[in-house]
């Protein structure tokens, strides 16, 4: 026969152990791996370059030209120089602060907006929930490039600003996070620690925020590193276009900038291209991994 499970207190008094049986190491998700270590380091590395970019004694004016045009990496270019003879190594960073801050602006506001319409739809319903559902369904049924060529030139006014750019992303961001939200939050409301918190009398807003919350962080939390990744991408889109932040570099601008040598010096669209994939890389696998390690259900004591 068996032996019993081992039990611990949760909301609804006790519950079998399973999870907890498992031998130490034997589950893949206690340990995220080089590739996720790999990944974050990039993204610390880059983001603390692109902060400091304006105060680093190696880093050159991105807007002015300082060297042989179109010249391949040197010593004194560590990444070459454009086709004005511009440091291509100031203008990733430089490029950097703009594609980062937007992607980043853009995914804080659409889980904040996102988030609260998510999991107020998911946990009350009716007519509630089908009136987010609806809106959420109408923006998602756009071609998202369109929607925002629309959105970019409509709030811009035909002068992109990294204002606009970020209010007319954020419009995209919200509706694929209210998505995933609603539906972790409708998952959980049938779950029995849910269900026990009712009956011993919480309130609504204490379910949200003690059993509900903490649940629906993680999943979105993951999720919103790889909407970071989509919206770096329509960033650079948008600037391949000539729709977004003019005044200074980003990197769908560097692209766009070195299209017209892409036969000769084809390093001059290859260095932003190649620093654009390797960061939205390292967004897809820091977020997937995470999901993958924190996707355990957590009951809090009433």
């Avoid at 603390?48 to 304006?54: E, G, S, V």
């Avoid at 050159?60 to 004194?76: E, I, M, N, R, V």
């Avoid at 539906?183 to 009712?198: D, M, N, W």
Wanted: glycine share 10%.
């Amino acid at each position: 026969m068996p032996p019993e499970l081992p039990t611990a207190p949760t909301a609804t008094g006790t519950t079998t152990a399973e999870a907890v049986l498992a031998e130490p190491g034997s589950d893949d998700r206690t340990s995220l791996g080089f590739t996720f270590w790999l990944a974050v380091a990039w993204l610390v590395a880059l983001s603390a370059l692109c902060a400091l970019a304006p105060v680093l004694p190696f880093v050159k004016d991105p807007a002015l030209p300082q060297g042989p045009l179109q010249d391949l990496p040197t010593p004194d270019y560590w990444f070459g120089t454009d086709n004005l003879g511009r440091d291509q190594f100031a203008r990733i960073l430089y490029g950097g602060r703009v594609s980062l801050l937007i992607g980043i602006a853009v995914v804080v506001f659409g889980s904040v907006v996102g988030g609260f319409l998510g999991i107020t739809a998911g946990y009350f319903r009716g007519w509630w929930d089908r009136l987010v559902t609806g809106i959420v369904d109408i923006l998602l049924s756009f071609p998202a490039l369109l929607l925002a060529l629309a959105l970019v030139s409509v709030v811009g006014g035909g002068e992109p600003s990294i204002g606009s750019v970020i209010a007319s992303l954020s419009v995209l961001a919200v509706a694929p996070l209210a998505r995933i939200t609603r539906a972790t939050t409708l998952t959980f409301t049938r779950r029995e620690f849910v269900q026990a918190a009712r009956v011993l009398g919480a309130t609504d807003a204490r379910i949200v925020r003690r059993e509900i919350l903490p649940n629906v962080v993680p999943p979105m939390a993951s999720f919103a590193l790889v909407v970071v990744a989509v919206v770096i991408v329509a960033e650079g889109a948008l600037a391949f276009l000539g729709l977004s932040v003019t005044d200074t570099p980003s990197w769908g601008s560097m692209i766009q900038f070195g299209r017209a040598q892409l036969e000769d010096h084809p390093q001059v669209s290859a260095v932003p291209i190649i620093v654009m994939f390797l960061t939205i890389l390292a967004f897809n696998l820091v977020g997937d991994r995470l999901r993958q390690r924190f996707g355990d259900i957590k009951e809090a004591g009433i």
